[in-house]
């Protein structure tokens, strides 16, 4: 009999439902990093499922920045010019301080657009390959054995595939099932409250950047395609010091102290988040069939707008290793080279993007500047 894998320890499978087959690979998780490494896979003739734990697509701003690399992936999955018509090229940052404007910066080199529109392109590209996205697929258990991976969902379905992609973000089922260290550090409290609003009157040319002498700040940037804001804040406190959790009603008092522009009314919020700053990495990226991408990998500060494009780089270096395996001449051999090339890379990452978060901390207590000093 052969033995098999579930999450670290060995032991054989007993009990399992009937598994659901054939596939080659199994992605879990619909997000960029899913769904880059699912149409990757499509359209390389390889048999690919998608799993995503949410009932429906999400139409959160989130990450809103391509860089010229992902665009390049892009390109390649035949998607880039819906990405181009959904995003714009470039943005001026209009910068305030203690509520009078000190300048204007333009900055270039990435495509500004909306992380759902980003996966709303590429799902439509993947549904093209024939494939869609499984929603309401909550993973529960991994196994594995030399033949394969079997994935046992909440629902007692198991579905059985050569290969499994865990691209189910920050907080990945995947990386806890199969029992892989998440190493690092984090802070309980949260560091900005994010959202999406409308903000009626206020100019759409500009990604406003609102800074006071105290620390504060409060930024409000267009996003393409839509009639909304991505609102970003320092979090609002309550009189003891402790934070406050994002509500409009937080966000027009947060608005109202720091814009200090009277007769805009922050409306019809559509997202409402709160972001903790984490500095963290998987100790590996591979557990024999299995694999981690993008979130579920590694996760760090927002600064420089990395976190969407590394986990498009890791889709697109998974889908290479995987078709290598599947379909090359290399076989088993080439499983190896994901983690070899990957893991350094996301290490590189996590301290680049915390130099940059403390840059723009410092440099957005000095008047006329923004966000621009974590692209430098």
């Not at 894998?5 to 060995?10: I, N, P, S, V």
């Not at 033949?147 to 909440?154: H, Q, S, T, W």
């Not at 270096?317 to 990957?342: H, I, K, P, V």
């Amino acid at each position: 009999m052969t033995d098999t894998t579930r999450g670290q320890g060995q032991g054989p499978v007993q009990g399992l439902p009937k598994a659901q087959g054939p596939l080659d690979v199994l992605v879990v998780g619909a997000g960029p990093t899913g769904l880059t490494l699912a149409c990757d896979l499509a359209r390389r003739g390889i048999a690919v499922r998608i799993l995503e734990s949410r009932s429906a697509p999400h139409r959160e701003s989130r990450g809103k920045g391509l860089q010229p690399d992902s665009i390049e992936v892009f390109e390649e999955l035949g998607v880039a010019e819906a990405m181009r018509a959904r995003g714009s090229e470039g943005v001026v940052l209009r910068k305030y301080f203690d509520g009078e404007h000190v300048n204007d910066t333009a900055v270039g080199g990435s495509l500004l657009i909306g992380q759902w529109q980003v996966e709303e392109a590429l799902r439509n590209r993947l549904a093209e390959l024939g494939v869609q996205v499984e929603y309401g697929s909550r993973l529960a258990e991994i196994t594995q054995d030399a033949a394969g991976v079997r994935a046992e969902l909440a629902d007692g379905t198991v579905i059985a595939a050569g290969y499994l992609a865990g691209c189910d973000g920050g907080h990945s089922a995947t990386r806890g099932l199969l029992g892989i260290p998440f190493e690092g550090n984090g802070e309980e409290e949260p560091a900005m409250v994010p959202g999406d609003v409308r903000a009626p009157g206020l100019s759409r040319e500009f990604w406003h950047q609102w800074f006071t002498s105290e620390g504060g700040g409060i930024l409000l940037c267009p996003m393409p395609g839509t009639d909304t804001f991505q609102l970003q804040a320092a979090p609002e406190r309550d009189g003891k010091g402790g934070t406050l959790p994002p509500s409009l009603e937080s966000f027009q008092r947060l608005f109202d102290r720091h814009a200090r522009i009277p007769g805009i009314r922050l409306a019809e919020p559509t997202w409402l988040s709160a972001w903790r700053v984490n500095v963290r990495m998987a100790t590996r990226m591979r557990e024999g069939r299995a694999f981690l991408a993008g979130d579920a990998a590694h996760v760090h500060p927002i600064a420089g707008g990395l976190g969407m494009n590394t986990g498009v780089q890791d889709a697109a270096a998974l889908g290479r290793t995987l078709s290598s395996a599947l379909c090359g001449a290399a076989g088993e051999g080439a499983l190896d080279a994901y983690q070899s090339e990957r893991l350094p890379v996301a290490a590189e990452v996590l301290a680049d993007t915390a130099r940059r978060y403390e840059r723009v901390l410092a440099a957005v207590r000095e008047p006329g500047r923004g966000t621009e000093a974590g692209l430098e």
